[in-house]
């Protein structure tokens, strides 16, 4: 059974767009290297290039400060250029236990809940039913 997250950008690249489908943390740990090489400004630029971004598990790790502000950065910018999913299992008034920073996490929230369609799914995890029907 296929995640309904993966299954947004292969939607989105059948239908002819570009999708960019990346792990939060991955996406952080990127930036942060490309920071240290003096590409952010070149990584930035790729990511606004698709047409939909699919973020996924935001809240699963947190971030120093650093991680925190370039998220931010990026994600801002993004809100204005095109498509983006972000899936997380935190709702927003937990955010603050990834982000660290309680400004950057109520603007954060404002700008990426701004002019957006939130769908809150609950129930139990496909993954978990996975691992039940494995052991029986």
């Avoid at 606004?48 to 931010?72: N, T």
């Avoid at 299992?89 to 404002?110: C, G």
Wanted: some cysteine; proline content about 2%; glycine content about 6%.
């Amino acid at each position: 059974m296929m995640g309904l997250v993966p299954f947004l950008g292969m939607e989105d690249c059948l239908s002819g767009k570009s999708a960019l489908f990346i792990n939060n943390s991955n996406l952080v740990i990127e930036l942060k290297e490309s920071m240290s090489a003096n590409q952010l400004n070149g990584y930035k630029r790729r990511f606004g290039k698709s047409d939909s971004v699919v973020l996924d598990e935001l809240g699963y790790a947190p971030f120093d400060q650093i991680g925190s502000e370039i998220l931010f950065n990026l994600l801002s910018n993004r809100t204005t250029v095109g498509l983006m999913t972000i899936t997380t299992n935190l709702s927003f008034d937990r955010w603050e236990e990834t982000f660290k920073d309680l400004i950057i996490t109520a603007t954060m929230v404002d700008r990426l809940t701004h002019r957006v369609h939130v769908l809150d799914f609950h129930g139990p995890s496909f993954r978990a039913e996975d691992i039940k029907k494995w052991l029986n």
